[in-house]
């Protein structure tokens, strides 16, 4: 999707179905802005239902001071412009009312970006201003204090949430990356302590670029890939609207042959993958003028020496990810379902997929379809794309539950003799 074609007021409409659809803010709540080329700033409207705006609610403000559209700008228009007069970098704003950051902001603290490497990646240090009363000069000019200290993600006391970007996209990104902390964190703390990643654990990852492959140029497309490219984004749209993946973490892979796959690629949202984004890796090479997921090589080698897996997802689902950075057992022996999808689920050291990914290709197996690696993922295999992906949601949907046990009593698992009657009524191995 070529966001920069499109019309700011499309964007702006865009991007607040996605926030208010996500439950990311109120009908009242929240409020989207875009600074012009020509210097008009396209804002969204006061007092107008967010969950159906339309391109001609959106405002336009004309460096005069003028307006055009139907309405009143909002009324935290003052604080839109302290930003862009402050950070001539900017071009877009976001501001929204997520209830995890909020969460957050009533307690006037700042989620721990760094027990997951990717949060701290994409929205960098986190700052937080002082309360100020909505619309007011005084808010904008707290704001803007902070954000002119190149800190581009605010959350604002007793508020909400600001994030600052080139594009109201990116600006969205670094706004859902950070609400994915604070929930993230709030999980972990109803079961136990999140263990935070050190700077050096933090660098090892950043140091993960985009595989150097050789290209090739397909010359020929079978009804098998064309089938497995519109199933796989199907269930990568699943993915992000079930809260699996974000619009910058989750890869999805399907077997095409021995030595050719489809893997998602890297760093395009989520949300809005198309078939023609994901790229065929034959032999080694990428398909020419795409780049696949940083994790292309894992997947490849996984496929060469397990011929029994065809489908690959790493996802970071907060619900399982709670016990991931927490160092607490995820009991799988909870529920029928749970046990005989995912089996005992392994836990490996958080940079394993770095500097050890044999050591995964080792572990994954029909008796080993799903592990954990500390601190940044799960790894789920399948016979099929499906298969994978109803073990995935599994998984998640069983951790939220355990999580959920912790408010009512101890979590109770099924006996060892109980397990053996499993294996045997599903053939387990």
């Known amino acids: ?53 339309t391109r001609k609610d959106i405002i336009c403000i004309h460096p005069d001071g003028s307006t055009t559209g139907p309405h009143k700008p909002s009324v935290e228009y003052p604080f839109h412009k302290s930003v862009y007069d402050r950070r001539p970098d900017v071009r877009a704003v976001l501001h929204a009312h997520p209830p995890a950051l909020i969460a957050f902001s009533i307690a006037r603290k700042i989620p721990d970006t760094t027990i997951i490497p990717n949060i701290h990646i994409i929205c960098g240090e986190v700052g937080i201003a002082e309360y100020e009363v909505p619309g007011s ?16 993600t605010v959350i604002l006391e007793n508020h909400g949430l600001v994030t600052v970007a080139d594009d109201l996209f990116q600006a969205f990104m670094q706004f859902e990356t950070l609400d994915y902390c604070a929930n993230l964190e709030i999980k972990s703390r109803q079961i ?13 990852a950043s140091k993960k670029h985009p595989e150097r492959l050789a290209e090739f140029v397909p010359q ?10 519109h199933k796989m984004c199907e269930l990568i749209h699943r993915a992000y609207d079930q809260r699996l993946f974000t619009s910058t973490q989750g890869t999805f892979s ?9 893997i998602t690629p890297f760093n395009i949202d989520r949300k ?22 940083r994790s292309v090589n894992l997947h490849r080698e996984i496929y060469r020496k397990k011929g029994e897996i065809n489908s690959l997802i790493i996802a970071p689902p907060p619900n399982i990810m ?37 050591k995964i290709t080792r572990t994954l197996s029909e008796k080993t379809p799903i592990l954990m690696i500390e601190n940044e993922c799960i790894i789920v295999s399948g016979s099929s794309l499906l298969n994978a992906f109803d073990r995935l949601e599994v998984a998640e949907f069983s951790a939220k539950a355990v999580i959920s046990t912790h408010f009512i009593g101890p979590v109770i698992s099924i006996s060892d003799d109980e397990i053996e009657d499993l294996k045997k009524v599903f053939s387990l191995a």
Do not use: C
């Open 254 to 262: 399907q077997r095409l042959s021995d030595d050719s796959f489809l």
């Open 272 to 293: 809005y993958l198309e078939v023609g984004d994901i790229v065929r890796i034959d032999g080694g090479k990428r398909e020419k003028g795409k780049f696949p997921s």
């Open 1 to 53: 999707m070529k966001y920069d074609l499109m019309h700011p007021a499309d964007q702006i409409v865009m991007i607040m179905e996605r926030i208010y659809g996500y439950g990311m803010t109120t009908t009242s709540g929240g409020n989207l802005s875009i600074l012009d080329d020509n210097g008009d700033i396209w804002i969204t409207p006061g007092s107008v239902d967010k969950g159906s705006l």
């Open 192 to 204: 136990g302590k999140p263990v935070s990643l050190t700077s050096d654990q933090i660098e090892l």
């Open 220 to 229: 020929t497309v079978s009804s098998a890939e064309k089938d497995a490219r």
């Open 137 to 152: 000069e005084a808010l904008g000019e707290n704001i803007a204090s902070i954000l002119v200290k190149d800190i581009n």
């Open 322 to 358: 709670a016990f991931g950075i927490t160092k607490e057992k995820f009991d799988t022996r909870t529920i029928p379902e749970s046990y005989v999808m995912l089996r005992d689920i392994p836990v490996m050291e958080y940079g394993t997929n770095i500097v050890n990914p044999e």
